[in-house]
Structure formats: structure tokens, C-alpha cells
């Protein structure tokens, strides 16, 4: 084996030096990514309170984002498979800074007589959510081509975590800066961090796979063309279908949880803010547990029963605990089971990614951003149709029908197949 095929690591063996360095590089990326993602739900009531904006204009600076994310999620899935993971990721980090200290214009004059401050919310967070879609569709292609198979479930597992670090640390740190100084100042840190850590990808990024190594797969085994496109695969759009399901069920978590505790259940902002990051505590180690266990379980049953068995399991628990925590009266249990719940749901994205990436190959960048595609679609929708099924049947309905939808993208995962004929689940090999 050559030396540039050893790197990735073997197919059977561990990670090399390539992935051992990318990944972590990768977790902390995407964290701070999610971080500027999610600061604006966190500065929200204070913009509600400064801009009279309503629950419903709020969910829609909410949705500008998804909006921009969700239309760009193909298009920058093609892109993640032709452009280098070292320059996208250097110029994704530089401008999420600058994109989020752009927020700090919103309200001023010169905003106002452009059409007021949520035109200007909702126009900075389309551009962003343009910016933030190349994340996991190249953190995907990155892992396939040096992370090989066996070890996908938790390197996908690893960068995912990034969902439950940047939800976590970001409800505490900008609540606290928000409620001490305002909520222009908490964006602005969230800004500085993200230039921080461009500086630390563009120093210690390593140049990833050339065209050559890449165009040769996975692991080194198999040249691109003997990969068939996952647009191909059955399996592959019930995995998309699913993955559109849990996207509904988990972005209802991520914009209207720390909004559910204030409106609804009446705390206060810095209570309320370190409450919302008890799911996300959780999902720390959810996430990663989720990848693992679902490598022990691919091993363990074989790919398809392997790759099925966490996800199933973990969306239908969470359905369980999501209509429990909407509909009892006491405020502590429906804390706990909706945090637990959320932990739940995320378990499944390290499967979900490992699954992408083994049906998809070097084409994990498309595979990825075409079912990204369909969990924000899903995710575009649930900020503006939770409210609005809140105020028509109440927040127990309401939260009860996001239920249904975690148990039938568990249903989804029996189409998800590898034929006993691939050995991409096992071995790395198209």
C-alpha cells in the first residue's frame, strides 16, 4: 500500500494521521458554526421586546435561516465534492464572523429606512444560512475519503456533537453577556469567535487528499466512477425521507425549546437559558454514543439491522418522551423528558451520516447536501408551524403531532438497506 493510501487508515484497521487530525479540527469548526447558528435564538426575547416583533415574526427570522441553508444545501454539496476541505472550511469560518457582527447594524437609521429591522433579521439570516450550508455535506465527504467505514458511525458522531456543543455553550455564555450588556454585545463575541477559530483551521488544517488520492474513493480501494451515485439507491431516499422527519422533530428543539420555557412555562431569561442547555449537555454525549453504538452494532448484525438499530430505537423512545413532557403539568418532568427526548433524537444523526457516507463515497458531498436538503426542509417548516399549531390546538397538540413525526421517520429506516453483495458498510469498498 502506497504512502498516500496508508494515511486514511485501513479499511479494517483504525484512523490514520489524516483523520485523527481532520476530525477534531472538524468538532470544533462546526461547533462554533453552531453557535453563530442558534446565538439569535437565545438574543430573541430581548429583539422581540426592542423591535415589538411577534412569536410569529420571530419564527420567521428563525426560518430566514433554514430558508437560505435548505436552498443551498444541493448546490453546496456539489461544491463540497470539487473544492478542497481546507479552503471551503477557511472561507465558511471567516464569513460566519463577519455575517454575524453584521447584526450588530440591525435597528439603526440606515436599516430602518431599507424596511425596517426585521427585513434586516431576516436578510442577514438567509446570507448566513447560505454560508452554513456547506458544513456537514464537506465534513461528510472529508470523513468518507479518510475515515475508513468501520470508523464512520463515530467520526460522523464526533463532528455531530458539534449540534449539542454549540446549543449548549451558547444558551449560558451569550445569555449571560446578552442579559449584562445587551444582545449587541453577545453577537459580537459570538463574531470574535468565529474569527478566532478561521485562524486556527487556516493554521492547522491538514491540505486533505489531492484530486489524485480523492478521484481513487475511499480508503484508497476504489477509483470514483465505481461508486454509483446514492441518487441511484433506494435506500438512499429512505434515509433522505427519514432524515426530513427527524429534521421537523429536532429543529423544534433547537428554536422553540428556551422559548417554550420563557412563554410557556413562565421562567426567567438566565434560568430559562441555562435549563435549555441541559438537552444540548446531554446530546454531548449522545451524539458520539450514538456513532459508537452504532459501529459495535454493524459489526455486531451486520450493516443493515446494524445501521437501523439506533435510530429506530432512540426516534421512537424520544416520540414517547416528547408527548410525556408536553402534556403533564409538572414543569420538572416535562424539563427532564423533553431534554432527554432531544438527546434522543440526535443520537440517530451518527448513523444517519455514517449511513450517507457508505451509500455515497467520494459523491458524500451531493449525497449529503441533497439529504441535509430534505432535514432542513423539514427544519424550514417546524419554527413557523409549532407556534402556529400552538395558538390553533395549544403547545400538548402541538407538540404531540412532532411526535408522530419522530415515530414515522423511525418507520422509514426499514427501507434503508445494504444489499449483502456491498461491502461498503463492513469494508469501505464500493
Known amino acids: ?99 454575524t457582527a453584521a447584526h450588530l447594524a440591525v435597528g439603526i437609521p440606515r436599516w430602518a429606512m431599507a424596511g425596517g429591522a426585521l427585513a434586516g433579521l431576516v436578510a442577514l439570516r438567509v446570507l448566513f444560512g447560505i454560508l452554513a450550508a456547506p458544513t456537514y455535506p464537506a465534513a461528510g465527504r472529508a470523513i468518507a475519503l479518510s475515515v475508513p467505514a468501520p470508523w464512520q458511525g463515530r467520526a460522523n458522531g464526533a463532528v455531530l456533537a458539534s449540534i449539542g456543543i454549540g446549543s449548549a455553550v451558547t444558551p449560558p455564555l451569550l445569555g449571560s453577556i446578552a442579559a449584562r450588556w445587551g444582545w449587541r454585545p453577545a453577537l459580537l463575541g459570538a463574531a470574535g469567535l468565529a474569527a478566532f477559530v478561521a485562524l486556527i483551521w487556516g493554521t492547522l488544517a491538514p491540505a486533505g487528499p489531492s484530486p489524485r488520492v480523492a478521484a481513487q474513493g475511499p480508503s484508497g480501494h476504489a477509483p470514483e466512477s465505481a461508486w454509483p451515485s446514492p441518487l441511484r439507491r433506494t435506500s438512499f431516499w429512505f434515509l433522505a425521507a427519514s432524515y426530513t422527519l427527524q429534521g421537523y422533530v429536532g429543529y423544534v428543539f433547537v428554536f422553540w425549546f428556551y422559548l417554550y420555557l420563557v412563554e410557556v412555562r413562565h421562567f426567567d431569561l438566565l434560568r430559562a437559558a441555562w435549563l435549555a442547555s441541559l438537552p444540548w449537555l446531554l446530546t454531548l454525549l449522545a451524539i458520539p454514543l450514538g456513532g459508537v453504538a452504532s459501529d459495535w452494532a454493524v459489526k455486531r448484525w451486520a450493516a ?98 412532532t411526535a408522530l413525526m419522530a415515530v414515522a421517520a423511525a418507520l422509514l429506516w426499514l427501507g434503508v438497506e445494504f444489499p449483502r453483495t456491498d461491502t461498503t458498510a463492513t469494508e469501505g469498498l464500493p
Not at 2 to 24: K, Q, Y
Not at 74 to 81: E, F, N, T, V, Y
Not at 365 to 370: E, F, I, N, S, Y
Request: with cysteine; net charge positive; aromatic share 8%.
Open 304 to 401: 443493515t439491522r446494524g445501521r437501523r438499530s439506533v435510530p429506530m430505537v432512540g426516534l421512537v423512545l424520544s416520540a414517547g418522551l416528547l408527548a410525556l413532557g408536553a402534556t403533564t403539568r409538572s414543569v420538572p418532568t416535562a424539563v427532564a423528558s423533553l431534554a432527554l427526548s432531544t438527546a434522543l433524537v440526535l443520537a440517530s444523526e451518527g448513523p444517519f451520516w455514517a449511513t450517507m457516507t457508505q451509500l455515497s463515497g467520494p459523491h458524500s458531498g451531493t449525497g449529503g447536501g441533497v439529504m441535509n436538503f430534505g432535514s432542513n426542509l423539514g427544519g424550514a417548516i417546524s419554527p413557523v408551524a409549532t407556534p402556529w399549531l400552538a395558538a390553533w390546538l395549544g403547545w400538548g397538540t402541538a407538540l404531540s403531532c
Open 1 to 99: 500500500m502506497s504512502a498516500a493510501r496508508a494515511e486514511p487508515g485501513d479499511a479494517r484497521g483504525s484512523a490514520g494521521p489524516a483523520a485523527t487530525r481532520l476530525v477534531p479540527l472538524l468538532v470544533l469548526v462546526a461547533s462554533v458554526g453552531y453557535l453563530c447558528r442558534v446565538d439569535v435564538t437565545v438574543i430573541a426575547p430581548q429583539l422581540m421586546a426592542e423591535f415589538h416583533l411577534s412569536q410569529a415574526q420571530i419564527g420567521e427570522v428563525f426560518s430566514a435561516f433554514l430558508l437560505g441553508y435548505t436552498v443551498f444545501q444541493i448546490p453546496s454539496g456539489w461544491l463540497a465534492d470539487r473544492v478542497g476541505t481546507r479552503t471551503l472550511f477557511l472561507a465558511l469560518t471567516a464569513g460566519w464572523a463577519i455575517v
